[in-house]
């Protein structure tokens, strides 16, 4: 089919550009490995669809489809939550620049009005 | 020994100044942090006799607090006062926060406002949502129980104190971040009476029962902080 085609071709180029950020150092090894994994567990997903539901007969849940759309929940939230996290480390930093910024700022002036 | 006041600064004004005033004569010196304010109230607080830093963006209450406890540590306060800038804390409470750590009783004093002294127009919504925050800092962030105001923004901490409490949350959920760090170490805390004043102004400015909320996610978000 041709969607299985595409797809596939999506993944490959997505893991083949993991690794070339991974050897650039962008990418930690560590992160490229779980990205590779994603892809390639999406490529097997697409070519044979039953592995899904053998996954989710093991599960427990019925259909194949509903174990996908349950884990792919599951690790929206955590890559969401991720996010947040790295938002927060962000804020912080821009306040303890902030707090840079304004100390030296007052120093500044205090060294300008003794002269 | 040494008094700072810190107070964080955001649009207060026609109430900064006053504060100030009040405070100066129970202090050696008023700190205040403007977070970044468009009204001038900056200005207001540096007439009135304040030593104003100011941060060129708004980065909330607890940043601003942080930044004048560094602040007044690095010039020699050898007691920090945190102290709202809205007129709601009686500066009377100044010495009774301070005479603990004074005689040498304490090393960080928290005021509460359920020690028998009755707060002026606290909302039963306010009380009840307090109530409820009790029961959360004691369960989820081991606060005692003994603890009975859990989002007490007045405090006196030795300067030691201040370096070791060492709290990150910039926004609102550093009042529990300061009694979680300060019950969790060796620092000796007590709690004093004060007595706050609510007016129809403060209340619409001040936090919101959707607030704790808030908290309670800032709080969760700086548990997995390095």
Known sequence: ?115 | MKIFAVIPNYNERGRIGAVVRDLLPRVHRVVVVDDGSSDGSAEEARAAGADVVVHVLNRGQGAALKTGTVLAVAEGADVVVHFDADGQHDPEAIPTLTTPILEGRADVVFGSRFLGVTSVGMPFSRRLLLAAARQFSGVVLGIPRTVTDPQSGMRAMTAAAAEEIDFAQDRMAHCSEILRNAYASELRCVEVPVQVRYTAETLAKGQKASDAFKIVWQLLLGAFQR
């Open chain 1, 1 to 115: 089919m041709l969607i299985q085609v595409i797809l596939v071709a999506i993944f490959a180029v997505a893991l083949a550009l993991t690794w070339k950020r991974a050897s650039q150092g962008t990418v930690p090894r560590r992160d490229a490995f779980l990205w590779s994994s994603l892809w390639i567990g999406a490529a097997v997903l697409v070519l044979r669809p039953e592995v899904a539901t053998l996954f989710a007969g093991m599960l427990g849940v019925g259909r194949g489809v509903d174990a996908v759309i349950y884990l792919s929940v599951i690790a929206l939230f955590a890559l969401v939550f991720r996010l947040f996290l790295r938002l927060e480390k962000m804020e912080r930093d821009i306040s303890s620049l902030v707090r840079t910024v304004s100390i030296a700022q007052r120093t500044e002036g205090r060294a300008q009005e003794k002269k």
